[in-house]
């Protein structure tokens, strides 16, 4: 059994996430008798939430529609071994986070060693000093300028927000995921927030310079 | 680092904390700005109880992020089908994908 088809680890925050959905069951059962229409099906239903989870960890569309497919094409293969012992968009959610680390494995992002490959330069690196008190993050933030710059996040640390701050993983989790130490996780969050503090605060000095210009 | 347990929140330096909020992030559901050890510090140290404030607010915020979800083109879904009518479906392929040690970790 490869990665991708690791069974689902109880998560009540994933479960609670995905009810089942009206004909699905039938359609699944469908498929895994080879029925093209049901597994059309399948994906009319599920092609959404897959594509958006890889344009969340891939931060691009075309790569995120490629891994769509590729989790389409390993889903009718696989479609077998799921046994319903988790909904159904939870074991093809897992399934397809596993495909797109993978997919960066296989693209020479060495996810084992985050620390050592896949931080920042220094100038990327997100700053250690606490900086002053900025009233516009204190409050509220756009989410069109932090899912931008969620989107500029060096790949490693935007791949441990997604999974732990969007899609609720725990650090355990991810550190079997990636391969690596908790306490890696942990860090490599923690770099991330620190890093799009400094993108939005930038932003906010940006529209701030623009407003006094105009 | 994990976080101590013999921190002493009284005598907490900045440095200190900077090192230990990963954690102290992580083991207080994300909500370090509640944590009762941490007031006096916080309310001594603005900055820090600024950072804290905006690391919890990116957080927040982050739940709510990619909610606008968007359908993949066209071309993804013809590209399924032409590749299972080809009958490929790039069984030889993922199997090398992840270190052996890994898949027999996770079999």
Known sequence: MTQAEAPAKSNPGLFKRNPPIAGEAEAIEAAKNGDPEAFSKLYTLHKRRVYTLCLRMLGNVSEAEDMTQEAFLHLFRKLGSFRGESAFSTWLHRLTVNLVLMHLRKKGLNLVSLEETINPSEEDAPKRDFGSRDPVLASSVDRVALERAVGSLPPGYRMVFVLHDVEGFEHNEIATMLNCSTGNSKSQLHKARLRLRELLRENSDINLTEGEAA | ?107
């Open chain 2, 1 to 107: 680092m994990a976080l101590p347990e013999d921190i002493n929140f009284d005598t907490l330096r900045p440095e200190e904390f900077e090192r230990y909020l990963p954690d102290l992030f992580a083991n207080g559901n994300g909500k370090v700005s509640q944590d009762p050890r941490l007031s006096k510090f916080l309310g001594e140290h603005p900055d820090c109880a600024a950072l804290v404030s905006d690391l919890e607010t990116i957080a927040a915020h982050a739940r709510s992020l990619f909610k606008v979800s968007v359908d993949p083109s066209d071309k993804v879904w013809q590209n399924i089908q032409s590749k299972l009518q080809e009958g490929n479906t790039l069984e030889d392929e993922d199997e090398d994908l992840l270190p052996r040690s890994k898949q027999a970790e996770l079999t």
